[in-house]
């Protein structure tokens, strides 16, 4: 059964107070009422099912009625580093990766990347369009957004993964050998493509015989590791 969903950072046992901007989209645009039941999830990885019990004019009182385990997280926890894109195409990579259960998203400053900044408003955005399509597909984990990386200090954490590569446009190599459950990192490159230095950093795959968009790279590829590690 799909119930309303939304993310709260702390929920007691109990019950709890719901106010402002969730209140809002859950009184006005989800026409929620008392005796109404809808999902929490505390943003790392716990769902909890509660009945709307008060509301006022500009507050909701919630209990809490069971903890229930995530039915839409898999056991992989996946990083894209993407190198800056100009204009909004990060917002696009967020907007289509977040669903395909992305758990954390890093900006790379590479040495053909047309940005070189993420400004704190632009960073506030990021995480309200993250916000938005994780409960919007129901998810129970939010996706984090690092800060800016050089393209060394993303190297460096790649490889702390269980399995790190580069989708690159000028290899021909197969993606690697992945696990079903532990993490994948790769990186996706700029407009102006990786330099080749760059792209030695790391293995590199292919993603097929045509240059992807590098805002749409990134939600080309994720389905395909799913599928491969049967976590679709």
């Not at 509660?50 to 898999?74: H, N, W, Y």
């Not at 909004?88 to 758990?103: I, N, S, Y």
Request: charged share 25%.
């Amino acid at each position: 059964m799909i119930m309303e969903h939304f993310f709260l950072p702390e929920i007691p046992k109990e019950t709890f107070v719901v106010e402002g901007e969730t209140y809002r989209h859950l009184t006005r645009s989800r026409r929620m009422a008392i005796g109404d039941t809808a999902l929490f999830s505390d943003g790392q990885g716990l769902d909890y099912l509660a009945e709307m019990i008060g509301c006022t004019k500009d507050s909701a009182t919630f209990k809490v009625l069971e903890e229930r385990q995530p039915i839409g997280e898999s056991p992989l926890s996946i990083t894209v580093y993407q190198c800056l894109p100009k204009g909004d195409k990060m917002e696009d990579v967020l907007h289509r990766c977040t669903p395909l259960g992305v758990t954390r998203f890093v900006p790379v400053l590479s040495s053909r990347a047309i940005s070189d900044k993420v400004s704190e408003n632009k960073l506030r955005r990021w995480e309200k369009i993250v916000l938005s399509a994780a409960t919007q597909c129901g998810r129970s984990i939010l996706p984090e957004i690092a800060p800016l990386h050089t393209f060394e200090q993303a190297i460096e954490e790649m490889q702390k993964a269980d399995v790190a590569f580069i989708c690159y446009e000028n290899s021909d190599g197969p993606l690697p050998k992945l696990p079903k459950e532990g993490s994948i990192a790769f990186l996706i490159g700029p407009e102006g493509g990786l330099a080749p230095e760059e792209a030695d950093r790391l293995p590199c795959c292919s993603l097929g015989r045509r240059i992807l968009r590098t805002e749409d790279a990134a939600a080309f590829l994720l389905p395909i590791l799913l599928d491969r590690t049967d976590n679709l």
